[in-house]
């Protein structure tokens, strides 16, 4: 059982360039989510999705777009990336309901030079 | 709104000591908790959790008790080792159904350094 997967692990931009972050979940989970994660910053959201076809902002959407075409993946796109994107990103899939937990993949170290 | 707060870190401890991370939560309702540990270079990764009232959590020799007249869900260990140096954070979840997602509220993270 492999959880919540993340690819890349690792990857360098350049200003301007553009990239596809995939998220894979094998747990049949209905909701899927995406953070970036920067140094004193904690865990912020940047998108989410309820459920296959849908698909929400959360609190640092801006330079961000998803898609989440299948139950099982999610994907995070930078369009035209910029430094201030340089982050940690981890993806994240749980079940309905207060009682259950988040499962998170291993991140992304994404920079932008 | 829901919120959580944790104790100021980093904290830094010797191998055996006792450790306790305070957390209080502001919450409408009845949110669930979690406490979750980040390794270094790692993605968090669930610890313990309770979902009511008085419900303790426990994993790993780590310990977390819901309080509701105080809440608080404060995360202890008796005794601490160099493995469990690591970002812990504090969490609540809470669900109201229809279109609410259950949106996970995590604290800002405690740095925990244990040396031998």
């Known amino acids: 059982n492999a959880g919540v997967t993340q690819t890349p692990k690792f990857r360098v931009l350049k200003t301007g360039q553009s990239m596809t972050l995939l998220c894979a979940q094998d747990?049949?989970?209905?909701?899927m989510y995406w953070y970036r994660q920067d140094p004193g910053m904690g865990l912020r959201l940047i998108h989410y999705?309820?459920?296959?076809?849908?698909?929400a902002k959360g609190e640092v959407p801006d330079g961000y777009n998803v898609s989440r075409l299948k139950k099982q993946n999610f994907l995070l796109g930078l369009e035209s990336a910029a430094p201030s994107q340089t982050s940690v990103y981890f993806c994240?899939?749980?079940?309905?309901?207060?009682?259950?937990?988040?499962?998170f993949g291993s991140g992304t170290r994404l920079t932008v030079v | 709104g829901n919120s959580v707060t944790q104790m100021e870190g980093p904290v830094t401890l010797s191998e055996e000591a006792f450790l306790t991370i305070n957390c209080t939560y502001t919450?409408?309702?009845?949110?669930?908790l979690f406490w979750y540990v980040q390794y270094p270079g790692e993605g968090l990764q669930l610890l313990l959790k309770?979902?009511?009232?008085?419900d303790k959590g426990s994993n790993k020799g780590f310990e977390a008790t819901y309080r509701k007249e105080t809440t608080s869900f404060h995360l202890e260990k008796g005794s601490v080792q160099v493995s469990d140096s690591a970002v812990y954070f504090c969490?609540?979840?809470?669900?109201?159904?229809?279109?609410?997602?259950?949106?996970?509220?995590f604290g800002q993270g405690t740095i925990l350094t244990v040396h031998p």
């Open positions: 994240a899939s749980s079940l309905a309901g207060a009682g259950y937990s988040y499962t």
């Open positions: 747990m049949n989970h209905e909701y």
């Open positions: 999705s309820v459920g296959e076809g849908t698909t």
């Open positions: 919450a409408t309702g009845y949110p669930s």
């Open positions: 309770a979902t009511k009232a008085d």
């Open positions: 969490a609540l979840r809470w669900y109201a159904g229809g279109t609410s997602y259950g949106k996970l509220t």
